[in-house]
């Protein structure tokens, strides 16, 4: 019999590594042939787009430095099936390609829009008696996958977070003239990452001295307050904002028009910029830290990497074991020592689900999270992998653009 | 004797190493009795704000911790010191500064704006009979310094900016449709920086496919002309644009005025991402590398820090060979291996001159840079450091805030 892979929704450091670990979880399993990857998640079955991967992945050194690619090398895709009771053609292609090539597990890498689809194909395959065993993989970056203590690709994110606003912080400290620094975090929900930003606390760094996340009520004018009160005890302020964020003040919203007549929709960052501009006219930036905060493998955390890779192998073993419509999930055993273990839920506690930074984890007024959090975060940024350099930057796997197509 | 060190203008990561490098090369040299750090720059000489580096720094490991700690521990000014022939004022509280501390060299780290302090104050004391030398040691992640080969700190600024771009090309291409990504890197003036970023050609990467630098002639109906023609060579389009390029065209540049009534500066960057939006309709992000590109230590390049860790030090022997008013500079030997030389030049044809990237190392239709700039950047970015972490995170040396007051 032969399995396959397909990586799916936005990139991050670790999905790679969650692809390394079922693919040589599948080598050293008996009765297991051939490993076939999924051009563009699921896209690829539906067009019948796979590759043999062990034509590519060739050596325990392809292996390695496919661990520290970020990004999904398989590509990906934004595809939600539809409901097979109203449209059940492109469950039909689907299950025609993986009898073709006579696949008998799936696993899916991807997060909560994933997981949706891995739960209507295994209640598509099983309602038609079709043997395959469906199983999702997590990943996300915005760490919002429920039941999961956390998610494969939050940790190398969170470090990659951590590090570069502890450097920020160097770097806004230097004038004597006061200054405001807004930077922006991905999540546009959950705040998971801009929370974990705290972690630098625990290296003595005062910053960031404000934190604002989706879970709580944000108020401009409280904003507002927030910033005088801690300006009066930090000269150069640092604050930590999600994206995700909702300003209840219009002015700072919209309006914003370009030469094109076109709406600009600039981030909450920088519309936190300008207001603070307007009303303290003290030096102000805002900072975005962009797909950065998803791809920066070069300081990925080796727990994460880790963790990702063996999550891919026991979802192999779990399909194996006869599983199906499975989600894997880390479930938290201490945080110090820290320990995790992998067991599968139903993928419907997981689908089309988010997971909520903890309301009692932010401090009463709002700007900032308790220790909670900190004991949360640490273990999870934990370990640095030796790169594998060439030529002065991270070597990378790489697939033909050809076969990629 | 005591010496002194400061430290001017915008933050790098190799700027702390060439203070360790000129704190340990006084150290150990006979007659050097104290080492002070200005707080602020030259700021801190003329306020009599000085501390006595051996107190703070105290060990080898403090040192190893200060040269991996970005920005500029000692704080930093932009402050232009006036004509001493029309206002000597601040040039007799600077010298009598000096004097009260037994200080007979000072040692200047900074960008071309430095050197004009450099070369004002030498000048100054050669005039007055003062016994001081003025040495400057070159900083900027501009590399638009003159003279020298480079400038310490640009190697990696140019590293971060490399192996981000890099892992951008590698989360731009997951998926199935055209895009289009924006970088946008510092260098107002001269593209040393933006054109950096083709070192990733020798890891195989067809990206920055496009290449835009100040000292080209940028077009916008040219600029759209070439994102055509790439566009049906690659499907995810990458293109790398110096903040400093002048867009010709009035539509993109102005027009944004914000709810405050306040004009609204976007960089070229997003500029950029909203023409190709109204001209071509496909996705598009633009990315600004931000403060990320001076401060980033985490990805330093380890040839950056011990040049500027040597050539710190040899501005202490310059200094007590009886040298002054000059800038330390690097001289090439040879690309490959590659070797260069430190030697001191007068400081006046390095103050408040720019070295702008050469036209002849642009390629004739002006999108991309040659195998000549290749040659040049590749040995800069080379070498990491083996980085103390601490909780996860790479570790910074600190001074208390209430000393950097």
Same mark, same amino acid.
């Given at each position: 019999?032969?399995?396959?892979?397909?990586?799916?929704?936005?990139?991050?450091?670790?999905?790679?590594?969650?692809?390394?670990?079922?693919?040589?979880?599948?080598?050293?399993?008996?009765?297991?042939?051939?490993?076939?990857?999924?051009?563009?998640?699921?896209?690829?079955?539906?067009?019948?787009?796979?590759?043999?991967?062990?034509?590519?992945?060739?050596?325990?050194?392809?292996?390695?430095?496919?661990?520290?690619?970020?990004?999904?090398?398989?590509?990906?895709?934004?595809?939600?099936?539809?409901?097979?009771? #109203?449209?059940?053609?492109?469950?039909?292609?689907?299950?025609?390609?993986?009898?073709?090539?006579?696949?008998?597990?799936?696993?899916?890498?991807?997060?909560?829009?994933?997981?949706?689809?891995?739960?209507?194909?295994?209640?598509?395959?099983?309602?038609?008696?079709?043997?395959?065993?469906?199983?999702?993989?997590?990943?996300?970056?915005?760490?919002?996958?429920?039941?999961?203590?956390?998610?494969?690709?939050?940790?190398?994110?969170?470090?990659?977070? $951590?590090?570069?606003?502890?450097?920020?912080?160097?770097?806004?400290?230097?004038?004597?003239?006061?200054?405001?620094?807004?930077?922006?975090?991905?999540?546009?929900?959950?705040?998971?990452?801009?929370?974990?930003?705290?972690?630098?606390?625990?290296?003595?760094?005062?910053?960031?001295?404000?934190?604002?996340?989706?879970?709580?009520?944000?108020?401009?004018?409280?904003?507002?307050?927030?910033?005088?009160?801690?300006?009066?005890?930090?000269?150069?302020?640092?604050?930590?904002?999600?994206?995700?964020?909702?300003?209840?003040?219009?002015?700072?919203?919209?309006?914003?028009?370009?030469?094109?007549?076109?709406?600009?929709?600039?981030?909450?960052?920088?519309?936190?910029?300008?207001?603070?501009?307007?009303?303290?006219?003290?030096?102000?930036?805002?900072?975005?830290?962009?797909?950065?905060?998803?791809?920066?493998?070069?300081?990925?955390?080796?727990?994460?990497?880790?963790?990702?890779?063996?999550?891919?192998?026991?979802?192999?073993?779990? $399909?194996?074991?006869?599983?199906?419509?499975?989600?894997?999930?880390?479930?938290?055993?201490?945080?110090?020592?820290?320990?995790?273990?992998?067991?599968?839920?139903?993928?419907?506690? #997981?689908?089309?689900?988010?997971?909520?930074?903890?309301?009692?984890?932010?401090?009463?007024?709002?700007?900032?999270?308790?220790?909670? $959090?900190?004991?949360?975060?640490?273990?999870?940024?934990?370990?640095?992998?030796?790169?594998?350099?060439?030529?002065?930057?991270?070597?990378?796997?790489?697939?033909?653009?050809?076969?990629?197509?």
């Amino acid at each position: 019999m032969n399995i396959a892979i397909a990586q799916s929704g936005g990139p991050t450091c670790a999905i790679n590594s969650s692809l390394v670990g079922a693919f040589s979880e599948a080598l050293k399993t008996p009765g297991i042939d051939a490993v076939f990857g999924s051009i563009n998640g699921i896209e690829g079955i539906i067009k019948n787009n796979l590759i043999d991967l062990k034509n590519f992945i060739r050596t325990n050194d392809d292996m390695e430095l496919l661990k520290q690619t970020p990004s999904t090398v398989l590509g990906s895709c934004r595809y939600k099936l539809p409901d097979p009771d #109203t449209d059940s053609t492109v469950y039909e292609q689907i299950m025609n390609c993986l009898r073709k090539h006579d696949i008998h597990a799936l696993l899916y890498i991807g997060g909560n829009d994933s997981m949706d689809t891995v739960l209507k194909l295994s209640d598509y395959a099983q309602k038609h008696n079709e043997d395959v065993r469906i199983i999702g993989i997590p990943k996300t970056i915005d760490n919002d996958l429920c039941v999961t203590d956390h998610t494969p690709g939050f940790g190398s994110a969170a470090k990659y977070v $951590a590090t570069t606003v502890q450097e920020i912080v160097c770097d806004s400290s230097v004038y004597s003239v006061e200054s405001v620094t807004i930077i922006e975090i991905m999540g546009r929900h959950a705040g998971w990452l801009t929370a974990s930003t705290c972690v630098i606390r625990t290296n003595g760094v005062s910053a960031p001295h404000l934190i604002y996340l989706p879970e709580g009520n944000f108020s401009t004018a409280q904003f507002i307050e927030d910033v005088k009160r801690e300006q009066a005890k930090h000269k150069a302020l640092v604050i930590a904002v999600s994206e995700g964020i909702e300003l209840d003040d219009d002015s700072c919203r919209s309006g914003m028009v370009d030469n094109f007549g076109h709406k600009y929709l600039s981030g909450v960052g920088k519309q936190l910029e300008n207001l603070v501009r307007d009303k303290f006219g003290c030096k102000v930036r805002s900072i975005e830290l962009n797909v950065m905060q998803r791809c920066s493998s070069h300081i990925c955390s080796k727990t994460d990497i880790d963790e990702a890779f063996e999550i891919g192998a026991a979802g192999v073993r779990a $399909a194996l074991a006869g599983e199906t419509g499975k989600t894997m999930v880390f479930k938290r055993i201490s945080d110090v020592p820290y320990i995790i273990d992998i067991v599968s839920v139903p993928a419907s506690e #997981t689908a089309n689900k988010e997971k909520m930074f903890p309301k009692e984890w932010i401090t009463p007024d709002g700007t900032n999270v308790n220790d909670n $959090a900190l004991r949360y975060f640490l273990p999870l940024i934990q370990g640095e992998n030796v790169l594998r350099m060439r030529n002065g930057m991270p070597e990378h796997f790489k697939i033909k653009e050809e076969v990629l197509k």
